[in-house]
């Protein structure tokens, strides 16, 4: 029993986002994060225990990442000069210090909730680490499309974060039968 949807973001809007941020520091915000937004705790410690977040051309790659809570989180520096990732997130607070090109560091992210992730050499690196409590989220794909799989059958919120967007949900139904529900958004500027 699984459910299908679409995202849709209006085009227009994210070009012009993109067409404002410098080329060097190029994060895709056109990422949104669908999610439950109540479901019960699925697999215990979740499928994927481990996640990488690169630090490449100064740019935190992927700049959004979602992860189910216990993922421990590899923040890989491939850049030839020094890096140094923190956050000040309520969620989970770090400061892995200045590291050096080839070498990693790690942090595992324990609790739900949304963590900013930040350099403290260049203030123009920025990312996101999404947690979530269970298994249901998804990243969107490029063209907006995400894909929540093996969703119970019921009533559920389905939620949609982005990062320069207004949050928004929904209601859909997924029947007892199961099969494919199509659950669509179209985001607007927070
Ligand atoms: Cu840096």
């Known amino acids: 029993?699984?459910?299908?949807?679409?995202?849709?973001?209006?085009?227009?809007?994210?070009?012009?986002?993109?067409?404002?941020a410098p080329p060097r520091d190029l994060p895709d915000r056109?990422?949104?994060?669908?999610?439950?937004?109540?479901?019960?705790?699925?697999?215990?410690?979740?499928?994927?225990?481990?996640?990488?977040?690169?630090?490449?051309?100064?740019?935190?790659?992927?700049?959004?990442?979602?992860?189910?809570?216990?993922?421990?989180?590899?923040?890989?520096?491939?850049?030839?000069?020094?890096?140094?990732?923190?956050?000040?997130?309520?969620?989970?607070?770090?400061d892995l210090g200045r590291y050096a090109a080839g070498r990693s560091k790690s942090v595992r992210f324990e609790r739900p909730g949304v963590v900013r992730v930040f350099c403290d050499i260049h203030s123009h690196m920025s990312a996101f680490v999404l947690v979530f409590g269970h298994e249901y989220f998804a990243l969107t794909a490029e063209d907006?499309?995400?894909?929540?799989?093996?969703?119970?059958p019921g009533t559920h919120t389905v939620a949609v974060w982005n990062e320069i967007m207004a949050p928004a949900s929904r209601q859909a139904r997924v029947?007892?039968?199961?099969?494919?529900?199509?659950?669509?958004?179209?985001?607007?500027?927070?």
């Open 1 to 20: 029993m699984y459910a299908v949807a679409r995202l849709v973001i209006p085009l227009g809007i994210l070009l012009l986002v993109d067409a404002l």
């Open 30 to 94: 056109r990422r949104s994060v669908v999610y439950l937004e109540a479901a019960p705790a699925t697999i215990e410690g979740g499928a994927r225990v481990r996640a990488s977040m690169d630090q490449r051309n100064e740019t935190f790659v992927p700049h959004v990442l979602a992860v189910r809570s216990g993922t421990v989180v590899d923040f890989p520096n491939s850049d030839p000069i020094y890096h140094n990732v923190f956050s000040l997130s309520r969620v989970v607070a770090f």
């Open 144 to 152: 907006g499309s995400y894909r929540l799989e093996h969703v119970p």
């Open 175 to 190: 029947p007892e039968r199961g099969g494919e529900v199509e659950v669509n958004f179209v985001l607007t500027r927070k």
